[in-house]
């Protein structure tokens, strides 16, 4: 069965700081992978997705992921944190044996000015 | 592109009224859409999937009879909480699938605040 493990359920920096959010996934087969943010009453927005293509995936607003097969691990990072990227952050798997998709518990993402 | 809407943003009803809300592909035909509830600071919580024409399945816990889904066309899918009480208080987000791509990408809308009294 799919899990994501996001650790840290909230997670400080200050004003550009280093952005580092955890994602951890298990699955029995080539997983996609994608991160969402959230602002507050809003949907989900996507900032990246990893398709089996290149293992560092650029997204938006700065943000990248790696793709790290040893250690299942799909981590989110931007070199410096805006006050704008205050907001709460999603992994998700998904496999294609299936169209479903399996959410991380979320990380809240607070920047300090 | 992939751009997903739901109408209406918030709602506040009485106890014991229904209360629909829309969810809509606007520039794709989304073959499978999808449920979810959010309580506030959790995740999403997958409440059922639906494909167009058919009937929808429902996760463990979600009673089907007290949350309507109809998926009648591959742009629309409608999700009616009945007789709504407090406790049916929550976010409702809709996503959509098109089908075309391979990464099983959902495509999100805005989200629902419902608020029962």
């Known amino acids: 069965a799919q899990s994501v493990t996001q650790l840290g359920s909230h997670v400080s920096v200050s004003e550009g700081a280093l952005v580092l959010l955890r994602c951890n996934y298990s699955?029995?087969?080539?997983?996609?992978l994608f991160w969402y943010v959230q602002y507050p009453n809003q949907g989900l927005q996507l900032l990246l997705k990893y398709t089996s293509a290149a293992t560092l995936v650029k997204g938006i607003n700065g943000f990248e992921a790696e793709f790290k097969k040893s250690e299942t691990s799909f981590h989110l990072t931007k070199p410096s944190a805006h006050m704008s990227d205050a907001a709460e952050y999603f992994c998700a798997v998904s496999e294609d044996t299936g169209n479903q998709f399996y959410f991380g518990t979320g990380t809240s993402l607070t920047v300090i000015p | 592109g992939a751009v997903v809407s739901q109408h209406p943003s918030r709602v506040i009803c009485k106890s014991g009224t229904s209360v629909k809300i829309e969810c809509r592909s606007l520039?794709?035909?989304?073959?499978?859409m999808f449920w979810y509830r959010q309580f506030p600071k959790q995740s999403l919580m997958l409440m059922a999937t639906s494909n167009e024409g058919s009937k929808a399945t429902y996760e463990q816990g979600v009673e089907k009879d007290k949350f309507l889904i109809n998926h009648a066309s591959l742009t629309l899918s409608t999700l009616t909480v009945t007789s709504a009480h407090p406790e049916d208080s929550s976010f409702y987000i809709c996503?959509?699938?098109?089908?075309?791509?391979?990464?099983?990408?959902?495509?999100f809308g805005p989200g629902t605040r419902l608020t029962v009294l």
């Open positions: 996503s959509a699938q098109s089908g075309l791509n391979s990464y099983n990408e959902q495509f």
């Open positions: 699955s029995s087969v080539p997983p996609y």
């Open positions: 520039d794709f035909q989304a073959t499978t």
